[in-house]
């Protein structure tokens, strides 16, 4: 989870989070660089009295600082597609969970299991346990193996809602009478915080995720429980 002051993005914990992260940097980068230039050439206007009779009006510079900008969107679009399709790729997934928004708690159900489903309502202050986290803990949290593909079916019952897990790279709506889709795979086990990415009334604060990850050997025997 986050810590206070961070400055940059959540570890990663899926594969998608990792390729979003190499992007991030990239696409940085290249800004960076931009940004570096710009800045040298207005210093450069600013501070030097000289001026080249050739470089105002030349069809050499104009070609080039037309096709160099695109040469640029490129490098960005091309590897934001690529992750982009990655995203909604679903591949054979291991299990399916859907999950239901509410105001203001989540609901989900484990479709391949006989009558496994469970709310998670947040967690009162005054009710925390030591140790616990403030408006991010539950009394449910949701149990999932870590090492295979998941595929998550998000909806709501009454407003708009938002499943958001920052570690693992996912943001998807939960829309009244839409069913979306999204493929959720973690590489460690660990507990994730999330919260409802959607303002969806007075207590849109009050919806927290939270998502324990472990060993399939281990998830076999909390199902086998409930």
């Given at each position: 989870?986050?810590?206070?002051?961070?400055?940059?993005?959540?570890?990663?914990?899926?594969?998608?989070?990792?390729?979003?992260?190499?992007?991030?940097?990239?696409?940085?980068?290249?800004?960076?660089?931009?940004?570096?230039?710009?800045?040298?050439?207005?210093?450069?206007?600013?501070?030097?009295?000289?001026?080249?009779?050739?470089?105002?009006?030349?069809?050499?510079?104009?070609?080039?600082?037309?096709?160099?900008?695109?040469?640029?969107?490129?490098?960005?679009?091309?590897?934001?597609?690529?992750?982009?399709?990655?995203?909604?790729?679903?591949?054979?997934?291991?299990?399916?969970?859907?999950?239901?928004?509410?105001?203001?708690?989540?609901?989900?159900?484990?479709?391949?299991?006989?009558?496994?489903?469970f709310d998670s309502y947040m967690i009162p202050t005054n009710e925390l346990a030591p140790g616990g986290l403030r408006l991010l803990e539950v009394d449910n949290r949701l149990v999932l193996p870590m090492d295979i593909p998941i595929r998550m079916l998000i909806s709501s019952e009454d407003v708009l809602h938002s499943w958001a897990m920052p570690a693992l790279g996912m943001k998807t709506d939960a829309i009244p009478g839409r069913l979306n889709q999204a493929t959720l795979s973690s590489s460690r086990p660990g507990l994730f915080y999330g919260q409802c990415s959607e303002i969806c009334g007075s207590n849109h604060s009050f919806m927290p995720i939270v998502l324990e990850i472990v060993p399939l050997k281990h998830f076999d025997n909390w199902s086998y429980t409930l």
């Open positions: 989870m986050a810590y206070p002051f961070q400055l940059g993005f959540q570890d990663a914990s899926s594969p998608i989070m990792e390729e979003l992260m190499h992007f991030h940097d990239h696409t940085l980068m290249i800004v960076f660089l931009i940004s570096s230039l710009v800045l040298y050439i207005i210093s450069a206007m600013l501070t030097t009295k000289l001026t080249h009779t050739s470089t105002m009006d030349a069809q050499e510079v104009e070609t080039i600082w037309t096709i160099l900008p695109a040469a640029i969107l490129i490098l960005i679009a091309l590897p934001s597609l690529r992750i982009l399709y990655m995203m909604d790729e679903i591949n054979n997934p291991a299990m399916t969970v859907k999950t239901m928004g509410h105001q203001w708690y989540w609901s989900y159900e484990y479709t391949d299991y006989t009558d496994l489903s």
